[in-house]
C-alpha cells in the first residue's frame, strides 16, 4: 500500500486552508504518527466511505474519504467517489435557491449568513424594546383611566398610539420569520457548499501536490 511521507499531509492542508474549529470533524482518526494506528486497505475504507454516504452521514464519509487519500493519493475508486460527491453536491446547490441567496443579499453565502444574523439580533433588540413600551403604557392608561377626564379627553390617543406599537411589533415579527426562514435555508447550503470546497482542496492536492509544498515551511 501506498504511504506518503515526504508530502505534506491532507491533515495539514485542510487544518490550513479551513481552520482548526471547521476541519477538525472532517481530520477525526487521521494521524499516521501515532504508533498504534491501524492502516487499513483502501478498498476497506471506500467502502466505510461509501456505506457512509448512503446511510446520509456525508462528513463522516469525506473523513474515510480523507483519511484513505492520506494513505494513497493515487486510489482511483475513492478520487472517483470524491469526484462524484463533487457534481452531486454542486448541483444541490444549483438547484436549490443559492444564486437566490446571493442575489437577495448582494453577497457571498458567508457574508449573506453574517448579514442575516445582525438583522435577527437587531429586530429581537427592537421587539423586546416594543413589548417593553406596549407594556409600560398599559399599566399608564390603566392607572390614568381612574381619572375621567382622561377617558374623555386622552384615552383615544393613548389607544391609537397602542395600535401602532402593536402594528409596528407585529411588522417586525414577519420580518423577523422571514430571515429565521432564509438563515435555515441558507446555513444548509453553507454546509453543502464546504463539502464540495473540501473535496475540491482534496482533489487539487492528489493531483497538483507541488502548489502546496509551501505548508510545510509553517
Not at 44 to 60: H, M, P, R, S
Amino acid at each position: 500500500m501506498a504511504q506518503y511521507s515526504k508530502v505534506v499531509p491532507l491533515k495539514k492542508i485542510i487544518s490550513s486552508q479551513f481552520g482548526k474549529d471547521k476541519s477538525e470533524k472532517y481530520l477525526l482518526g487521521i494521524d499516521f504518527s501515532k504508533s498504534d494506528t491501524v492502516y487499513l486497505k483502501t478498498s476497506d475504507l471506500y467502502q466505510k466511505a461509501l456505506n457512509n454516504l448512503l446511510d446520509g452521514y456525508t462528513e463522516k464519509a469525506i473523513n474515510y474519504i480523507v483519511f484513505a487519500l492520506d494513505v494513497d493519493r493515487s486510489d482511483k475508486l475513492i478520487l472517483h467517489l470524491a469526484k462524484v460527491m463533487i457534481f452531486s453536491l454542486s448541483q444541490f446547490l444549483l438547484e436549490n435557491n443559492t444564486e437566490m441567496y446571493k442575489n437577495k443579499y448582494s453577497c457571498s453565502l458567508e457574508e449573506a449568513e453574517s448579514k442575516i444574523k445582525k438583522k435577527i439580533k437587531a429586530l429581537n433588540e427592537t421587539i423586546n424594546k416594543t413589548n417593553k413600551e406596549m407594556d409600560k403604557l398599559n399599566e399608564f392608561i390603566e392607572e390614568s383611566s381612574k381619572s375621567f377626564f382622561f377617558r374623555i379627553f386622552k384615552l383615544k390617543k393613548f389607544i391609537k398610539q397602542k395600535d401602532e406599537i402593536r402594528q409596528g411589533s407585529y411588522d417586525n415579527k414577519l420580518e423577523l420569520d422571514v430571515f429565521k426562514k432564509d438563515l435555515i435555508g441558507l446555513e444548509k447550503l453553507l454546509k453543502i457548499d464546504e463539502y464540495v470546497r473540501l473535496l475540491s482542496l482534496v482533489i487539487e492536492v492528489c493531483v497538483f501536490p507541488s502548489r502546496f509544498e509551501w505548508i510545510l515551511s509553517k
